[in-house]
């Protein structure tokens, strides 16, 4: 069965020079095991193309049923040279709250 991300979390983004900062957090334990099986680089990566030209990195903060991502080569320059539109990657996590993963119906219950 399909659900998006933000049927079971929230997200906040920021950046850090040319590199957008992501955080999907889990509203419960079950949220953050469907995130952390499901949620991978790739997926990051493929979810953003166009957009992110670098490498994501991941990483798992369990005990706020978080993962945190990197998007590097992302945000044109960071804010005080780029000409995106986003040059701080504020919108990313309300985007990438969008995605559609795949999930076995058992593990929502």
Do not use: W
């Amino acid at each position: 069965m399909k659900i998006k991300l933000i049927d079971i979390a929230h997200g906040r983004s920021g950046d850090k020079g040319d590199a957008a900062n992501v955080g999907i957090i889990a509203y419960d334990d079950k949220g953050y095991k469907i995130i952390d099986k499901y949620l991978t680089v790739e997926k990051v990566k493929k979810h953003f193309h166009g957009i992110c030209f670098g490498e994501v990195e991941r990483y798992e903060l369990p005990n706020i049923r978080a993962l945190n991502f990197v998007l590097n080569n992302t945000l044109g320059g960071g804010g005080t040279v780029s000409l995106k539109h986003d040059a701080q990657g504020k919108t990313l996590a309300a985007a990438l709250l969008r995605m559609e993963i795949e999930v076995n119906g058992n593990e929502l219950n």
